[in-house]
């Protein structure tokens, strides 16, 4: 069955560097991708999500490119800020899970000053 | 535009105690779900429903929990007799259809303790 790996559990960077937090997905459908991001004590909320290959996605900083020929779907940052700290989670639904989210284990960021 | 509004937002139990949470949708959003979420977890799909019907509660563990949504708006999730497994955060999501980029708006969740 489809299955989203996340292989960080936890990032710790200092302001102002770049992140990459890692997402690889296995399916055999046209899946779209997701991430969502949770602040402590808050909701989950979409941050981005995909569905073409190759092509670069982006919003709030972050960006990332679905590449189907590697199943990976990577977040990136070019410059953390302290307001990033959260859990990241990457998702993916496609006809293999009717549609429904599968989620992967998430990734804690924190930055430190 | 009102987010998803979920009821209460902690609970404590003890073990063999029952609790019900409740989920107010985004007006207009069909579709309604139920995620658990362990501790520093990912949420894992415990039922959804699209209007009143529900559309899958494989996840659901069936002798203890339950998950109404009877005019298709909002909805309650139960659990009989709670279990110290059992503590976690229960988000509640909505959408607007069940297609497969459509975007999940969550409510805070209830974070729930059984000691």
């Known amino acids: 069955g489809d299955s989203v790996t996340q292989t960080e559990g936890l990032v710790t960077l200092t302001k102002g560097l770049p992140v990459m937090l890692n997402c690889t997905y296995q399916t055999t459908y046209s899946p779209f991708l997701f991430w969502y991001v949770q602040h402590l004590n808050e909701a989950p909320k979409l941050l981005l999500k995909?569905?073409?290959d190759n092509k670069r996605t982006e919003h709030q900083g972050f960006y990332a490119t679905l590449h189907k020929s590697s199943s990976s779907f990577h977040l990136q940052k070019s410059s953390v800020q302290l307001s990033d700290s959260a859990l990241y989670f990457c998702?993916?639904?496609?006809?293999?899970?009717?549609?429904?989210?599968?989620w992967g284990s998430g990734t804690k960021l924190i930055i430190k000053p | 535009e009102a987010g998803v509004t979920q009821s209460p937002r902690y609970a404590v139990l003890q073990e063999g105690q029952a609790v019900s949470f409740w989920c107010d949708p985004i007006?207009?959003?069909?579709?309604l779900y139920w995620y658990q979420q362990p501790r520093d977890q990912g949420p894992q799909l415990l039922v959804y429903?699209?209007?009143?019907?529900?559309?899958?509660n494989s996840q659901l563990p069936s002798d203890r929990f339950s998950a109404v949504r009877p005019k298709g708006t909002n909805s309650t999730l139960k659990i009989q007799s709670a279990k110290q497994g059992d503590t976690a955060t229960y988000l509640c999501?909505?959408?607007?259809?069940?297609?497969?980029?459509?975007?999940?708006?969550f409510g805070h969740g209830t974070k729930l303790s059984v000691l």
């Open positions: 995909s569905s073409t």
């Open positions: 007006s207009g959003h069909d579709t």
């Open positions: 429903f699209r209007d009143e019907a529900v559309i899958d």
């Open positions: 999501a909505s959408s607007p259809g069940t297609g497969g980029n459509e975007r999940l708006f």
């Open positions: 998702a993916l639904s496609d006809l293999g899970s009717n549609y429904q989210l599968i």
